[in-house]
């Protein structure tokens, strides 16, 4: 009810005044909150047409042009993630579909819905190595350690013998303040790289890794520590 009387009360001063600067910015501001943003131009480019030498009607319209482009964008994003919700049954294996669900919730500030999604996919049993791993990447980049933590826990169970799924968990663990947990993963992550050198001495050996990484720093001059790791 304010907006259409706010709307009213701009309308009759734009009338009075079209290329008064300080109506036709504070309307197309209002228009713009209201969404009406083909209105906003309008107004813009009226104001620029009776003033064509004031170059802030011309910032105006860009910035109204600008806004309603990503205004359309978003829209048409919006509409993909509304099909892509609808196509997407309950413990589907289009993997790939689920992340670009997830891509454009982000895209569209909706992380918790997007991370639902991406829970989705680790607590489906056929999700693959891979696809897991994506989605480690994912709550990488989205600034979530715990659940980033989740999805490593995913990885040692589909990869137990994998050195560098338990390194990258211990790490995980590290970052949260785990120690326990830290050391046991380490522990089975050093046991592991043992095992794979004794079999291929070209094989990439992480307690070299492990020297560099400052996220164990804290963890360096404990008994547990030097227990597993020994001198360094």
Known sequence: MIEHEADFAFKQ???????????????????????RLDDALAVSETGLKLDPGNHSFEYLIKNVKDIRAQ???MDQLAAEVTKLEADIQPGSTDFVEQMDLAEKLVQLGQNDRAYKVLDDILTNTNAPVGMVKTVASAYTSLGQP??????LEVLTRL???????????????ATLGQDKQTIDCLKKALELNSKRLAQDSKATDLRKTLVEDTRFSKLRGTAEYKAIVGPQ
């Open 13 to 35: 001063a734009f009338a009075f005044c079209p290329n008064s600067p300080e109506v036709v910015f504070r309307y197309v501001q209002l228009l713009v909150n209201m969404r």
């Open 71 to 73: 205004s359309a964008a």
């Open 146 to 151: 715990a659940k980033l933590q989740k999805a």
């Open 159 to 173: 990869q137990p013998d994998s050195p560098e799924a338990w390194y990258d968990l211990a790490a995980s663990h």
